[in-house]
């Protein structure tokens, strides 16, 4: 007698199909929160849809579009069982830079990698990227979800997202509008933001054999929760900011910390000096420091140390401009000025020492 054998599926692989189906069910009261009214459908087609019609009333719209991801902040949400929050990572990570040049978000794709398909956590992700984008003022359109046994653990995940947005050609901001007396402002970050995490992980867990579980006294709260904090939207701030005050250029401060991203947006001619004195960083980065012995310069090439994004106003426009961000709720204040580029040869610098 022959025995029977079972052929191959791709449940047997590893990939629960039926659990992505309910993932999709679970996470489509969120993307309705995110609605524009030029979203057309709804969610599970194979595209999303926006009605180009809107950008008539643009003389000549210029599209900006950005990609990103949150690094391995993701590890920290996995370990703590928190999904909800990392959306707002992704979401602060793609449209920040796209406001940057003064585009007004329009919508976003996200995707999402698992090694297992849990429905609910996949929805909670969804939940925390719609809230996002809610904050941004965006559409949340489509997205993708992909189960990779096998590649990953049960429990691991990332996430990355992709976003497009709209500005008019004589408004975009940039290097050629910034001039000499500019001021330079700063708008405070929620803490560590998307950024440098790796750097974070190997000093507080490895070097420091601190738990994410640890009560840290500087904080007010526990290392997890410090460390899981969302990442600040700056989008309609910024937006809110150009419709009210000049704005010459934005700078998102990421990966490379504050001096590297403040020079992208200053002409070759000019140079940008930012006053350490102006502000005093947030315990986390003065924990990072001294846990893993991290010279400043290290520091400030990795981290935002404390501010997530900065704009470059006339002088004329100071006083408007942090009244229009104080309203809005936003720390802000002058934290330097641009100057005739001399003898540096870099686009901008950092001077003094923190305030403590």
């Given at each position: ?102 585009a007004e978000p329009l919508f976003m794709t996200d995707y999402i990698c698992v090694g297992k398909v849990h429905p609910e956590r996949v929805a909670a992700i969804v939940k925390g990227i719609a809230e996002g984008c809610v904050l941004a003022g965006c559409a949340l359109v489509g997205g993708e ?37 500019d001021a330079v402002i700063a708008m405070a970050s929620s803490g560590l933001h998307s950024n440098g995490y790796s750097l974070v992980r190997h000093v507080l867990f490895e070097r420091a054999k601190m738990s994410l579980e640890s009560h840290v006294e500087e904080l007010s709260r526990t290392l ?133």
């Amino acid at each position: 007698m022959t025995e029977k054998t079972t052929g191959a599926s791709y449940a047997a692989a590893g990939v629960d199909i039926e659990a992505g189906d309910r993932a999709v069910e679970l996470m489509k009261e969120w993307v309705k929160k995110t609605q524009r009214p030029e979203v057309l459908g709804g969610l599970g087609g194979f595209a999303g849809l926006f009605d180009a019609s809107a950008l008539k009333r643009y003389e000549r719209p210029l599209l900006a579009s950005a990609t990103d991801g949150v690094g391995t902040k993701v590890d920290i949400a996995r370990q703590l069982g928190v999904y909800d929050t990392i959306g707002h990572d992704l979401v602060a990570m793609v449209m920040d830079d796209i406001v940057v040049c003064g585009a007004e978000p329009l919508f976003m794709t996200d995707y999402i990698c698992v090694g297992k398909v849990h429905p609910e956590r996949v929805a909670a992700i969804v939940k925390g990227i719609a809230e996002g984008c809610v904050l941004a003022g965006c559409a949340l359109v489509g997205g993708e979800t992909a189960e990779h046994p096998g590649l990953l653990g049960p429990d691991d995940f990332d996430v990355a997202g992709a976003g497009t947005g709209v500005v008019e050609y004589d408004r975009l901001l940039g290097a050629d509008r910034i001039r000499t007396g500019d001021a330079v402002i700063a708008m405070a970050s929620s803490g560590l933001h998307s950024n440098g995490y790796s750097l974070v992980r190997h000093v507080l867990f490895e070097r420091a054999k601190m738990s994410l579980e640890s009560h840290v006294e500087e904080l007010s709260r526990t290392l997890g929760e410090e460390l899981l904090e969302p990442t600040k939207i700056y989008s309609l701030d910024c937006m809110a900011l150009t419709r009210t005050a000049e704005v010459h250029a934005y700078s998102h401060i990421t990966g490379g910390g504050l001096a590297a991203n403040l020079a992208r947006v200053i002409p070759d001619h000019l140079h940008a000096t930012v006053d350490r004195s102006t502000w005093a960083p947030g315990g986390i980065f003065d924990l990072v420091g001294k846990a893993g012995q991290v010279e400043q310069l290290e520091l400030e090439k990795t981290l935002n140390m404390g501010v997530g994004m900065m704009a470059v106003v006339p002088q004329e426009s100071v006083d408007v401009a942090l009244t229009a961000l104080a309203d809005r709720g936003v720390d802000a204040w002058v934290a330097g000025e641009i100057l005739d580029r001399g003898d540096h040869t870099e686009g901008a610098t950092m001077t003094g020492s923190y305030a403590s």
